[in-house]
């Protein structure tokens, strides 16, 4: 509407200036040579107009014809573009449905009409040769992207693909790297180098690319923390393997001061402090993770710190030290068990039996009703009732064991690595559905076995 406008405009003054010159009498003279030309002002200008249009007209002409082929050629180009990239499109779609044949196609009509060395035809045609299996082509050609700087990082993601599809894991982690220094905030990048460090056990680095990942929030807070610690243990290991105890403290405490209430840092600094006689300190870390994290592990601990007591006093003494422990956490299951089976030791039946119905109360589990077992074959000798707490044990739910979150294998112990190489994924829960008991566990008596015990006991 304002372009109409306008161009009404412009013809209303064209006209409006015409009509003024019109109105306005008056010749124009041309005197040259023995010529003497005598023109109307209106005409004058008219002709002059005519003139200036026609002189126009015939050079545009002239231009047209001239840049014809150049035309020409440009209109192909656009059409050649049309097509390059509507093949690029098939292409692409192509490679992400695994249609090699329509990809290694597409490909070959991108190159041809936009030519090979243009970005994203050369990344076509590198990631139809991936998906055909050539992947020496795949390589040559990402490499050659690597050289475009604006498309380098392209090059660097497809060899890396590569290297980590072939089993390359140190030519992939030196690949990331050099990804990492163009695009040092790429979430995925991030969690792929860190990866790849932790899968060769190169800790240094592993630490260093972690904080950067927990930085941009590539990875969370919890698990960098949890990941962090564990490499700390990890580390730990190696130096005890290698008989460097004094690195392998170190360690220890280093893993306490990031998280002092994970269980497999407590109870290997605790066992540590033993081990050197400062049962103190051992005692010291021992409580504080108790009050708030009971577990099996340190009720074993606990175990090996009893004070020593009167000659013939020990299981006295040692029923007194785990009635220590359950004040520190009473509702504790675990506290609770370990308390009524020192009062069993001790020939305390009644302080047993009140224990154990304390801890069913709050959760009945298998270990529990095993005790009862055993508690009913130490009092009656009813192997009825024992048979009836069995039962209830088979019935019970499974307690929390070390399994891996990633193949649900159960461990008899927690460890930073895996027997399948995993790292990190051995938490302390509850098993569910179908799971594989591996090699180093070691499973408790059944209660069965404690049945057979007492028996062949009192035969």
Known sequence: MIRALWTLA??????????????RPGT?????????????VGF???????VVVLGIFIFSTIKYVLDLPKNIQRYNDIKDKDKGLKALTLGICAVASGDKKSANYQSIRANRFLGEEEPLSLLLSAQAARLDGR???????????????????????????????AGDYEGAREIGHEALKQNPTQDWLLQVVYGLEVRLRNWDSAVKVLYTAEKNGAISVNKANSDRVAMIL??????????????????????????PRFIPTVTRLAGMYLDRG??????????????????????????????????????MARMRWFEKLLELNPKS????????????EAGLWGEARRHLEQAESIRPNVNLYKLWAKLEDRTTQNDEA???????AADAPSERVWICSETGRIYGQWSPISDRGLFNTIIWDFPQGKTVISNDFVPKPSADSLLLESKNKRA
Do not use: C
């Open 386 to 392: 024992v048979r009836e707490w069995l039962s209830k």
């Open 28 to 40: 124009i003279i041309i005197d040259w040579m023995q010529y003497k030309l005598t023109f109307h």
């Open 44 to 50: 004058f200008i008219l002709s002059l107009m005519t």
């Open 333 to 344: 299951v675990e506290g609770l068990q370990a308390a009524a089976r020192a009062s069993m």
């Open 135 to 165: 992947e020496h082509d795949a390589a040559t050609k990402f490499a050659h992207l690597i050289s475009q700087k604006e498309v380098s990082f392209l090059g660097l993601k497809g060899l890396l693909q590569s290297a980590l599809d």
């Open 10 to 23: 412009k013809i209303s003054i064209v006209v409006a200036i015409v009509l003024w010159v019109a109105e």
């Open 234 to 259: 990890a580390q730990a290991d190696e130096a005890g393997r290698s008989g460097n105890e004094t690195n392998l403290f170190r360690l220890l405490q280093k893993a306490y001061k990031v998280d």
């Open 278 to 315: 400062k049962r103190k300190a051992a005692l010291s870390i021992i409580e504080e993770v108790w009050k708030i994290t009971p577990h099996p592990d340190l009720v074993t601990l606990w175990g090996m710190a009893v004070p020593a007591g009167k000659e013939g006093d020990e299981a």
